[in-house]
T-cell receptor, first 113, second 114 residues
Framework: DQQVKQNSPSLSVQEGRISILNCDYTNSMFDYFLWYKKYPAEGPTFLISISSIKDKNEDGRFTVFLNKSAKHLSLHIVPSQPGDSAVYFCAASRKAAGNKLTFGGGTRVLVKP | DTGVSQNPRHKITKRGQNVTFRCDPISEHNRLYWYRQTLGQGPEFLTYFQNEAQLEKSRLLSDRFSAERPKGSFSTLEIQRTEQGDSAMYLC????????????FGPGTRLLVL
């Protein structure tokens, strides 16, 4: 059973516009959520995270929103840049379960110049 | 560079051979995780260590897989009698056990079993 889902396999956006990536989860025990960016043949690079006690976290061009009642989180990238073209993974963890990460399937983002 | 390193970056082997991968975590990190990623999927958890103790193994980790972290620093992941289905990217991550943790990943080892 897939506890973390990214329902959009791909997203295309114009440079300078906003990219919005979505992620849904089923396990209400998750208490920490993270977004990673991945280029081909490289390991995931950490972008931003949010604790379950918050509903928003910002870091530069990246903002993560958490809606616990809907079990939904989203990542906003604004403005989008060509270098943002990559696969983005959301992940969730539980401190009581050793913080092991459960990943979604990824969303491929293409930012067009 | 003080990030997570993994060796080798690529490994091609024949079915039935044994392979071993190494992960060197960020030096002050006491937690080390192994994940496996197949094409088109997100990474899947395999096992993790806190210092030298292996605290959990996923049911994905068959008896042919073994991981060690003998001195609480680097870790090795060995696959015995490799099968074609073992072909994947093997990722290592480390974190500081300080509550809610961010895991930092290495570049991965891509395994191809012929």
């Amino acid at each position: 059973d897939q506890q973390v889902k990214q329902n959009s396999p791909s997203l295309s956006v114009q440079e300078g516009r906003i990219s919005i990536l979505n992620c849904d989860y089923t396990n209400s025990m998750f208490d920490y959520f993270l977004w990673y960016k991945k280029y081909p043949a490289e390991g995931p690079t950490f972008l931003i995270s949010i604790s379950s006690i918050k509903d928003k976290n910002e870091d530069g061009r990246f903002t993560v929103f958490l809606n616990k009642s809907a079990k939904h989180l989203s990542l906003h990238i604004v403005p989008s840049q060509p270098g943002d073209s990559a696969v983005y993974f959301c992940a969730a963890s539980r401190k009581a379960a050793g913080n092991k990460l459960t990943f979604g399937g990824g969303t491929r983002v293409l930012v067009k110049p | 560079d003080t990030g997570v390193s993994q060796n080798p970056r690529h490994k091609i082997t024949k079915r039935g051979q044994n392979v071993t991968f190494r992960c060197d975590p960020i030096s002050e990190h006491n937690r080390l995780y192994w994940y496996r990623q197949t094409l088109g999927q997100g990474p899947e958890f395999l096992t993790y260590f806190q210092n030298e103790a292996q605290l959990e193994k996923s049911r994905l980790l068959s008896d042919r897989f073994s991981a060690e972290r003998p001195k609480g620093s680097f870790s090795t992941l060995e696959i015995q009698r490799t099968e074609q289905g073992d072909s994947a990217m093997y990722l290592c991550a480390s974190s500081l056990n300080s509550g809610q943790e961010t895991q930092y990943f290495g570049p991965g080892t891509r395994l191809l079993v012929l």
